[in-house]
């Protein structure tokens, strides 16, 4: 049986690491997805000096200060990619790849650092398009598949999902050496729009059509409402009320993925107020 957390938090910036902090000291059983070295985003700051009680620090030096935090809480951090997150109605389902967790309530904190979908992309997922390769490959057992890479990572997707269709061609968007079987076919050529009538039928690519049953599209990260089906978006951020509260209950999102201002501070207090009410909406099931 699936081990069932009271909050999963996405997100190891300032937001997500303040729910965990605050979601912890309320006694909640926590999860927290993410990198292990914390947001990228701290080291390319030279100084930060609108940030309470740390004047004059460096980006790094405030990143050490995070992580000294959340170890001396015992917060570990899961480095792994949430694929997918789904409402289920008593709790949310979140998919890595082949596994999946479960909690009662989630905490979007993923920051602004996503890629720009592709024309079609949006309005064929679910009906050919996917971010899961690993979850969706039986669908297309001895059918035609192309994988549009944007990372090493992809690749490991790539060979398995292989090993079950009849044809998969792999679209790498990054430059380097490509470790695929021999039966996979590399196209280097830049991707336009995914097309279809019902399902996906194509890709159509700068100098070619790719006839394709599928396309999976595997990126870093992904916006909030592919991630989450069904959340509601404004002006390109997750919609929330002033308690951090999405249209999902039991959804909570901080940080920059709710909006301007792009402000560590401002993460991290939107991150306790989203986990306070997270507690406060486990509280309320009991």
Known sequence: MTNRYDIAIIGTGPAGLS???????????????GIKELSNKLLKAPKVNNYLGFYDVTGEQLKGQFQ????????DIVNEKINAVYAMGSH???MVNEKMYEAKSVILATGMEYTKPLK????????GVGYCATCDAPLYRGKTVTIIGYNKE???EANYVAELTSKLYYVPMYEGKYNLNDSIEIVKDKPIEIKGEDRVK??????KDIITDGVFVLKDSVSPNQLVPGIEMQNGHIKVDIDMKTNIAGCFAAGDCVGKPYQYIKAA?????AALNAVAYLDSLK
């Not at 079609?120 to 009906?127: A, D, K, T, V, W």
């Not at 207090?269 to 107020?273: A, R, V």
């Open 92 to 94: 949310f389902t979140l």
């Open 68 to 75: 000294k935090h959340i170890e001396a809480m015992n917060i």
């Open 120 to 127: 079609g992309e949006e309005e064929f997922l679910g009906r």
């Open 202 to 207: 194509n890709v159509m690519m700068k100098n």
């Open 19 to 33: 729910a965990a902090i605050n979601a912890k000291i309320r006694n909640k059983n926590v999860i927290l997805f």
């Open 269 to 273: 207090g939107q991150g306790q107020i």
């Open 154 to 156: 992809a690749e490991e």
